[in-house]
């Protein structure tokens, strides 16, 4: 394996991070120009920048322990380094003149768990670069530039959730996302209550699974009831108009809205347990992104004491569940859920993230 001082031939020239995210509410909702309460993790992915000298790109990813090399008028091929090339040209797009760069990527935040591992990587890249490069870039802008990047280059027709996150919340508050207006602040997360994350053991992966299809039905739906999105549904009994799968795709959507609406508005922990309880209801029936195994975590952690609500985070098809919990209460509740979970042979469920209550500053420079 690699040394950051074997790769550069010295120190970078610049380095940058990002955090992951775990959705509290508003799953699915990004793509329909909705409504999200994301919280970010405290892993975090890093990003060290250096001009290359050589007239290559040289991407190491020191978690996969993976080399990358290519020419400036070539590609990378899939895989990690298909997200930093789309940073990459999206910014030269922009009229900024990139290097042949040599990058090094190292990160804790956890893969296929649907804690946007990939997100954290294109911020960080675009924070590094922006550094290296000394060019202006507001963090909402870069937020549009990593959705692109996942977009056009990673090919997952991706919202915007994820990397708005990634650049602008914390660990300590929700990060309030309109995702039509970018409109976005920071809430309180109920009072006396934590938050944890617990891993299924099931990889998840938005390339190849059914995540560009809901996007697809979704915007079929909206076509059908005649708006722009699924945000635009004023009344919720118009979905029932529409054919099956649909129906259901788009209840999901326009209900999900409305339970973040109502947790932003200071809900106790309890009744926003119940919304989280309620969404995940609707993310397994309605939209039918859950699996057996995320489902029986789910059930498990619910039955705890001191759980309010959980429900699965991130896309689904695999991951984790985040569950809310009353304050000194979640690490005893997701271990005693473990430990039944992981009774069937081949279970690997573990805890991923006690996410803590102190909010902690986001820092751009490692």
């Not at 795709?249 to 973040?260: P, Y």
Request: glycine share 8%.
């Amino acid at each position: 394996m690699l040394t950051t001082d074997s790769f550069f031939g010295g120190a970078p020239e610049a380095n940058a991070s990002a955090p992951g995210r775990v959705n509290l509410l508003g799953e699915h909702t990004d793509y329909n120009d909705g409504f999200m309460l994301p919280v970010a993790t405290p892993q975090r992915t890093t990003v060290a920048l250096a001009r290359s000298g050589d007239g290559h790109f040289h991407f190491y990813s020191s978690t996969l322990d993976a080399h990358v090399t290519f020419a400036p008028d070539s590609s990378a091929p899939q895989g990690f380094g298909s997200y930093i090339e789309g940073c990459i040209r999206l910014v030269e797009a922009e009229g900024v003149q990139v290097p042949p760069l040599r990058v090094w990527v190292s990160t804790d935040v956890p893969v296929g768990s649907g804690l946007s591992s990939s997100a954290a990587l294109e911020v960080a890249t675009l924070r590094a670069l922006r550094q290296l490069l000394a060019f202006e870039l507001d963090d909402v802008k870069l937020a549009r530039i990593a959705q692109r990047a996942e977009i056009e280059y990673a090919r997952v027709n991706c919202g915007i959730m994820d990397q708005m996150a990634s650049s602008l919340a914390d660990e300590g508050h929700m990060l309030f996302i309109d995702a039509r207006s970018l409109e976005h602040r920071l809430a309180p997360l109920p009072a006396d209550a934590e938050i944890i994350v617990v891993d299924s053991g099931v990889a998840r992966k938005l390339a190849g699974s059914k995540y560009n299809e809901r996007r697809a039905e979704c915007e079929e739906a909206s076509r059908k009831l005649g708006v722009q999105a699924l945000r635009d549904v004023a009344d919720p009994q118009r979905v029932e108009e529409l054919p099956e799968p649909l129906r259901r795709r788009a209840r999901h959507v326009v209900t999900e809205d409305l339970r973040v609406l109502e947790a932003l508005e200071g809900v106790s922990a309890e009744r926003f347990g119940q919304l989280m309880n309620a969404s995940y209801t609707s993310l397994r029936d309605d939209y039918e992104v859950s699996i057996p195994e995320l489902d029986e975590l789910c059930e498990l952690l619910r039955a705890q004491d001191g759980v309010y609500g959980a429900r699965l985070t991130g896309a689904g098809f695999g991951g984790a569940c985040v569950a809310l919990c009353r304050a000194g209460s979640a690490a005893r509740a997701a271990e005693a859920a473990l430990a039944q979970y992981n009774k069937k042979d081949g279970r690997q469920g573990r805890i991923l993230i006690p996410v803590p209550a102190e909010r902690k500053e986001n820092n751009e420079s490692v």
